[in-house]
């Protein structure tokens, strides 16, 4: 079974509570209104009450209530809903005193004349034909002291009708107002939903060929305008992934093309005709070092796959920066003789990091360092900790770069001189595995050059 649409399903939900919302309130209303009449009337026959008494009071006796009933009459004159009973204690079956048409049925009355108090009560009664009366009953004394049974009640007739017609009209009006609430709810959630369109447009035009595609944020809701800034953030990081993937490939294709070409060329040249035993194993010896470059770069590629993916590197531990600085330049002390180049360590500090990654990014500065240093001068390692970060210089004199190289020395396969570094052996990704592994310590890679002055690159680690 297929899934109801978003926009159904809110829709329903919201005419649902809009509809449980009415019924409460017309149910609510209905019995705010029959206690508001059933109070209006409670407090007409408390008056006429007290205006009974009031009357009464001037009688002598009970025989003068029979003999002079207009000043009683009187008090319920004009009332048609009103009928004014007075007994005789002695005698209950027989009024002493009726006005009004009262209930059809008497035996109502007669139980409420039997439990009559001196207190004022109520209580509600319905005749034979369905006729409702509220009735209030009090025991009132005349002037010689004797007491009386009074009850006056008071027909809702009007009341019940009022209601009746309430009950109708919200009956008749409730279907209409739920359909209106209905279509109004479909309509806001329609309108709502406008800006989810949007979002299914972009998705369906962005691909891997073309991901510049962005959702617009203006007058879009709060909350779908998070989303779209989110989904705009990552449509971002994939677009500069994309872009990266596609130009790595097209530089590591470059790369390998030169050495593999050099190895095809020289097989066929070789194979063209015969030769030497000693031409053979000089052939042999120049592939075998194209071969070496080729294996060089694809050791470094997975250096750099391995260094990218934070997950794949051993838990960090408290690397002593100088320590593997020494051990760097042990490893360098050869090549440094031999150019009559010194090599100086300066200053102390500890990081968290990969011990094996720190000495590898020393490594790659310091041969780089070497490469281009000119002989008999000095490279130095300065270690230097700050308030909230440790910074390691690695400096040489030499004909340092020009300004418009610095910004691309740590990309992949860049170089200042593509000839001279290929010609040293160098694969174009010493400095990008440098850039790869800071990153990963949460660090940075920077480098300051003149031309004809001192070259420094510099580690920065956080300071933990």
């Not at 010609?423 to 990704?429: A, V």
Request: glycine share 6%.
């Amino acid at each position: 079974m297929k899934p109801a649409s978003l926009s159904l399903r809110l829709g329903l939900t919201v005419s649902l509570l809009g509809a449980l919302l009415v019924v409460f309130l017309a149910v609510l209303a209905y019995f705010a209104l029959t206690h508001q009449l059933n109070a209006l009337s409670r407090d007409n026959l408390e008056k006429k009450m007290e205006q009974v008494e009031h009357s009464l009071a001037l009688y002598a006796n009970v025989a003068e209530i029979s003999g002079k009933p207009h000043i009683l009459l009187d008090q319920v004159m004009g009332h048609d809903n009103l009928t004014l009973s007075i007994y005789d204690q002695n005698n209950l079956r027989t009024p002493l005193l009726k006005s009004g048409s009262g209930m059809v049925d008497p035996r109502p009355e007669l139980k409420a004349v039997r439990g009559i108090t001196e207190q004022l009560v109520y209580s509600s009664s319905t005749d034979v034909e369905g006729t409702n009366f509220l009735t209030a009953s009090k025991l009132i004394r005349v002037k010689d002291g004797t007491p009386v049974p009074v009850l006056i009640s008071i027909d809702n007739t009007h009341d019940q009708a009022l209601l009746s017609a309430y009950l109708r009209s919200t009956l008749t009006a409730l279907p209409l107002l739920l359909i209106f609430i209905g279509l109004t709810a479909w309509f806001a959630v329609q309108r709502g939903l406008i800006p989810l369109r949007e979002f299914r447009k972009v998705a369906a035009r962005v691909t891997t060929q073309d991901l510049e595609h962005r959702l617009s944020v203006v007058n879009m809701p709060q909350e779908l305008s998070e989303l779209a800034q989110g989904i705009n953030f990552m449509l971002h990081r994939l677009d500069d992934g994309v872009q990266q993937l596609s130009q790595f490939s097209d530089d590591l294709a470059h790369e390998l093309r030169t050495p593999i070409n050099n190895l095809m060329g020289k097989a066929q040249v070789t194979l063209s005709r015969e030769r030497s035993s000693e031409e053979y194993k000089d052939i042999l010896v120049s592939c075998t070092e194209e071969l070496e470059r080729v294996a060089r770069i694809v050791s470094d590629m997975l250096f750099l796959a391995q260094s990218s993916q934070s997950t794949a590197h051993a838990p960090f531990e408290w690397v002593n920066l100088e320590a593997e600085a020494q051990k760097v330049v042990e490893l360098f002390s050869l090549p440094a003789q031999d150019k009559e180049i010194k090599l100086s360590v300066v200053g102390n500090a500890r990081v968290s990091g990969d011990r094996l990654m720190i000495q590898r990014a020393i490594s790659n500065l310091l041969s780089n360092a070497l490469r281009h240093c000119p002989p008999r001068n000095t490279i130095s390692l300065v270690i230097e900790s700050g308030a909230k970060q440790v910074s390691l210089f690695v400096s040489n004199p030499g004909a340092g770069i020009e300004a418009q190289h610095l910004p691309h020395l740590f990309d992949r396969f860049y170089r200042v001189d593509s000839s001279r570094t290929r010609s040293q052996g160098s694969t174009g990704l010493g400095l990008a595995i440098v850039r790869s592994i800071m990153s990963l310590h949460q660090g940075d890679a920077q480098v300051e050059s003149q031309p004809g002055e001192l070259t420094v690159f510099r580690l920065v680690f956080p300071k933990s």
